[in-house]
């Protein structure tokens, strides 16, 4: 039951609470599946990015990224174990891939049906990169 007293407090209320740090969450707009995807991308190459120093050829792993119409990767890039971010960037790029193969299947897409061969991980001038 709604009374006077309480139609008198309820801006107190209110401003109490934004006062002391409460407020309603934020309402965003939902992410479309390219824009999910083209995040994840940027998220994957800030990891790799920060986690590429290597000392020698032994911290140096390589990840394949993205799905091609016919199977496999669209691209391979080489990451470092060394600062443990191993785990965390496998999972983003789980998700990526399955994006990516989700938004390929929807949209019809063809391609020649070329596999890319896995390269091997060096560590040059202490950076993990692919090489041939």
Do not use: H
């Not at 002391?20 to 969450?25: D, K, R, T």
């Amino acid at each position: 039951m709604y009374t006077e007293s309480m139609r008198i407090w309820k801006p107190c209320y209110v401003t109490f609470a934004l006062a002391i740090g409460f407020a309603p969450p934020a309402v965003y707009p939902a992410e479309s599946d390219a824009e999910a995807a083209a995040r994840l991308r940027q998220e994957i190459a800030e990891i790799i990015s920060d986690a590429s120093w290597c000392r020698n050829i032994v911290n140096c792993r390589v990840i394949g990224l993205g799905a091609r119409p016919c199977g496999g990767p669209d691209e391979y890039v080489a990451f470092s174990i060394w600062n443990n971010t191993g785990d965390e960037l496998r999972n983003l790029v789980t998700e990526y891939n399955l994006l990516k193969e989700e938004l390929m299947l929807d949209s019809d897409e063809v391609g020649t049906c070329e596999v890319l061969p896995k390269p091997n991980a060096d560590c040059v001038q202490s950076r993990c990169v692919t090489v041939p």
